[in-house]
């Protein structure tokens, strides 16, 4: 293998002006979080348990981090845990709330667009002997409240979990409604709000909640779990005395003050750059519907995520989208099939009914600016119109 250092530059285009617009997959790191992170390393590399000079001073600084947390999100610091990352932490949500209610039940109730970390828990838990109730949502991707009402009151319920908002169309869902269903019937809910931590407030209601910090402006590495008082939950993982017991190993202590500076740091100006946003992506919203022939924007257009915005090309190929506008400089996501490892359609896209080829995502954060989204703007009409054209539309 040769020295990476070497590597040449990745081909594309004129990208002097690349515009990053995938911050729903993970945001640029936060000046905050630089800022902790190389601080953290000179001081926060000792082992937090031990009892010497530099591991106490490692555990004030993990305490001072598990206490930003707990302000920010309006709980008890012993609530707060922290994971390896959003994966983990989901995994150790959903099977440990199930787990510390086996004698309730065995019946995960989930909506149908969760994120695949849920939905990979969920197929573990049906193989193990559970089972899983899907609750469908509709054409804007908002969840059943009817039919969620109904799912988790029935007999044998062990745990809900509930994206906060959409991952791949930014549909905010009504969690504090889905919350008060489950506290009538008695259900824990677990709240997926990996998108909206730092973005927008979380209603109260839930028992667990699981977040990522690379979603926000932190570094990868870093994940959040928080069980409330009274939850009934069982760690999935083999017994560690690390984090109260509820993940093992030993904490990645930079990460996690890195984490923990850049949500205290969104948080403070989410109100602002949700503004700034939301128009920026109104703005694309109505320009991509106006400039582009046979072209549908999903999601819901008012209760939705402020950075983020999905549309649908007919007649267009996912994946020659996303090379195109890559070669172009704009770095974008999608759910279409073609560029999915698993080669099938998005879930999310597929449950709610709507086109799931030829779409792209579009997330932006703190770095991303007017002329970046009004060159985007600018230049995707031909781009679909030549793409087209190859295939003879």
Same mark, same amino acid.
């Given at each position: 293998m040769g020295d990476p250092r070497q590597a040449g530059p990745i081909d594309q285009g004129e990208n002097v002006h690349g515009a990053y617009f995938d911050a729903a997959t993970a945001t640029p790191l936060h000046p905050a979080a630089r800022e902790a992170l190389l601080g953290a390393l000179d001081d926060g590399w000792a082992d937090p348990g031990k009892l010497y000079t530099q591991a106490r001073r490692a555990r004030l600084l993990l305490d001072a981090a598990r206490d930003t947390f707990a302000q920010v999100l309006g709980v008890r610091p012993d609530e707060v845990t922290f994971t390896g990352s959003g994966t983990t932490a989901v995994h150790a949500a959903v099977l440990g709330g199930l787990a510390g209610r086996r004698r309730a039940?065995?019946?995960?109730?989930?909506?149908?667009?969760?994120?695949?970390?849920?939905?990979?828990?969920?197929?573990?838990?049906?193989?193990?002997?559970?089972a899983e109730t899907e609750v469908p949502v509709d054409r804007l991707g908002r969840i059943d409240l009817d !039919?969620? &009402?109904? /799912?988790?009151?029935?007999? %044998? =319920?062990? #745990?809900?979990?509930?994206?906060?908002? @959409?991952?791949?169309?930014g549909t905010v869902q009504p969690v504090? !409604?889905? &919350?008060? /269903?489950?506290?009538?019937? %008695? =259900?824990? #809910?677990?709240?997926?709000?990996?998108? @909206?931590?730092?973005?927008?407030?979380?209603?109260?209601?839930?028992?667990?909640?699981?977040?990522?910090a690379r979603k926000w402006g932190g570094p990868p590495g870093a994940g959040l779990l928080v069980v409330r008082k009274g939850t009934r939950w069982v760690s999935p993982y083999p017994a560690d005395d690390r984090e109260s017991g509820r993940f093992p190993g030993a904490p990645d202590l930079p990460a996690i003050l890195a984490a923990a500076a850049s949500l205290h740091a969104v948080h403070e100006t989410a109100a602002q750059e949700g503004k700034r946003l939301s128009e920026l992506v109104d703005r694309v919203r109505a320009t991509v519907a106006a400039t582009v022939p046979d072209v549908e924007i999903v999601g819901d257009p008012v209760d939705r995520l402020p950075h983020l915005v999905t549309f649908s090309c007919l007649y267009v190929d996912g994946e020659a989208l996303l090379t195109a506008l890559d070669r172009r400089g704009f770095a974008v996501s999608s759910g279409s099939a073609c560029t999915s490892s698993t080669l099938q359609p998005s879930h999310v896209l597929a449950a709610m009914g709507v086109l799931t080829h030829g779409n792209i995502r579009l997330s932006l954060h703190r770095d991303s600016t007017a002329e970046q989204v009004d060159r985007f703007l600018a230049e995707l009409p031909g781009i679909v119109a030549a793409l087209r054209a190859e295939v003879g539309m």
């Open positions: 039940g065995a019946t995960l109730v989930r909506s149908a667009i969760e994120h695949s970390a849920v939905l990979h828990a969920g197929e573990r838990h049906v193989r193990s002997g559970g !039919a969620w &009402a109904r /799912a988790v009151s029935a007999p %044998g =319920v062990a #745990l809900a979990s509930l994206i906060s908002a @959409s991952h791949e169309v504090a !409604a889905a &919350a008060a /269903a489950c506290r009538d019937s %008695g =259900v824990p #809910l677990h709240v997926d709000a990996a998108q @909206s931590l730092g973005r927008l407030p979380v209603p109260d209601g839930w028992s667990l909640l699981t977040g990522s």
